[in-house]
């Protein structure tokens, strides 16, 4: 399995962005999938999940700024990401959850949200 994130950048704050994770290779049934990011000197942090039964889940710090959704037929999950700060500012790391083979993990997108 492999997951490719695209869509990152710079923009400026208040503005958006849509980041895409495209997942390939066999067995895609994954139980969740989500976004993930890590600022400088920080840990990696939940910024979005949503369940195999569409339940979502947000980090409070973008709570009504950020949507998370999928389209199964492409095998792709987004993050609709609205109202950016500048501490939105980090790597957003794809992450899909398959039981029972485990974690996968994408290599990761930069966002930068400049003040």
């Known amino acids: 399995v492999q997951l490719m994130e695209s869509g990152g950048g710079l923009v400026q704050g208040g503005g958006s962005l849509r980041l895409s994770c495209a997942a390939s290779?066999?067995?895609?049934?994954?139980?969740?999938t989500g976004w993930y990011r890590q600022a400088p000197g920080k840990q990696r942090e939940l910024v979005a999940i949503?369940?195999?039964?569409?339940?979502?889940n947000y980090a409070d710090s973008v709570k009504g700024r950020f949507t998370i959704s999928n389209d199964n037929a492409k095998n792709t999950v987004y993050l609709q990401m609205n109202s950016l700060k500048p501490e939105d500012t980090a790597v957003y790391y794809c992450?899909?959850?398959?039981?029972?083979?485990?974690?996968?993990w994408g290599q990761g997108t930069q966002v930068t949200v400049s003040s």
């Open positions: 949503i369940t195999s039964g569409g339940s979502t």
């Open positions: 992450n899909a959850d398959h039981f029972p083979r485990g974690v996968y």
């Open positions: 290779g066999s067995d895609l049934s994954f139980t969740s």
